[in-house]
């Protein structure tokens, strides 16, 4: 095993949650990204339709609400629904902060005045889907990715695959059980090497790839939830599973 490296933050997963938090962390202290592929490999990076927010004037908070509790069937938690609908457009301008570049059009009657392109998409009753053309994920990671690079606080580390968590427990340290890091296979190097953070988050995204048909790419293969699991924490709603529709298949 390699020498022990030592971080502020371990961030483990490049896609929108990843580098997002990196970049926040990153105000504060040294940020070590760990991430499997390249940088932009992820499901984030295949994200097309775009995300939806209450943007327009004709829009509210209690609209969106409301339309994701009846998408939702009687499934989703009221206070969670809430907290995302109402920080959503906050977090739509850090992201145009970021250096993000979301379609505009022409504001109607005004020439030469533009304002964000809503669309409209199922389950909702306003427009408010903020896109960048159909790759709306494409532009997020390429914005993202980009400011990561640039922050000297922020090492990347390219085709490195965490392959477990390192605890308290496991060091044989007296007291509660903590998360202290975690051990990295670098592919090139065909080494494991310990990162060592007082604060490690998984950012691994889902585990679509363990079905035949799916539209998630390789790297969604649940690596997160496992590592966490066997560390001993408690995992939730993993029967939630997201298949596009275009991926339906019947002979
Ligand atoms: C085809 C497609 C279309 C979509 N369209 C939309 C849409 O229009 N609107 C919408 O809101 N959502 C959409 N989604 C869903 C959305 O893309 C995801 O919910 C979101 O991107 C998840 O982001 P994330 O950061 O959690 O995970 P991801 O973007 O999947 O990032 C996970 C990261 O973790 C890394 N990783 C995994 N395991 C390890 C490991 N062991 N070690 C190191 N790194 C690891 C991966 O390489 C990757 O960098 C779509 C998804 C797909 C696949």
Redesign the pocket.
């Known amino acids: 095993m390699n020498p022990q490296r030592q971080f502020d933050h371990l961030v483990?997963?490049?896609?929108?949650?990843?580098?997002?938090y990196a970049l926040r962390a990153a105000e504060q202290g040294s940020v070590a990204l760990?991430?499997?592929?390249g940088?932009?490999?992820?499901?984030?990076?295949?994200?097309?339709?775009?995300?939806?927010s209450v943007i327009s004037p004709e829009d509210s908070f209690e609209l969106h609400v409301r339309d994701t509790l009846v998408a939702g069937a009687g499934l989703c938690r009221e206070e969670a629904v809430r907290t995302v609908v109402e920080e959503g457009p906050a977090r739509i301008r850090e992201l145009i902060e970021l250096g993000l570049r979301f379609t505009e059009r022409e504001v109607p009657g005004q020439p030469g005045r533009h304002e964000l392109d809503l669309g409209r998409?199922g389950g909702h009753s306003k427009r408010r889907?903020v896109?960048a053309k159909d790759m709306?994920?494409r532009e997020?990671e390429r914005a993202l990715v980009d400011a990561a690079e640039r922050h000297p606080r922020i090492a990347i580390f390219e085709n490195?695959?965490?392959?477990d968590l390192i605890t308290t427990q496991k060091l044989g340290v007296s007291g509660p059980n903590r998360c202290v890091g975690a051990y990295?296979l670098s592919k090139v190097a065909g080494e494991v090497t310990a990162f060592s953070a007082p604060t490690v988050v998984l950012?691994?995204?889902?585990c679509?790839k363990v079905y035949l048909y799916?539209?998630?790419?390789d790297?969604?293969?649940g690596?997160?939830v496992a590592?966490a699991y066997r560390a001993g924490a408690a995992v939730a709603n993993l029967e939630f599973m997201?298949f596009?529709p275009t991926c339906l298949y019947h002979p």
């Open positions: 483990i997963g490049s896609g929108i949650a990843g580098l997002f760990v991430t499997k592929k940088s932009a490999e992820s499901n984030t990076n295949y994200a097309q339709g775009g995300i939806a998409e889907i896109h709306t994920g997020i490195h695959i965490a392959v990295v950012a691994t995204g889902g679509g799916t539209t998630n790419p790297i969604a293969t690596d997160g590592m997201q596009h």
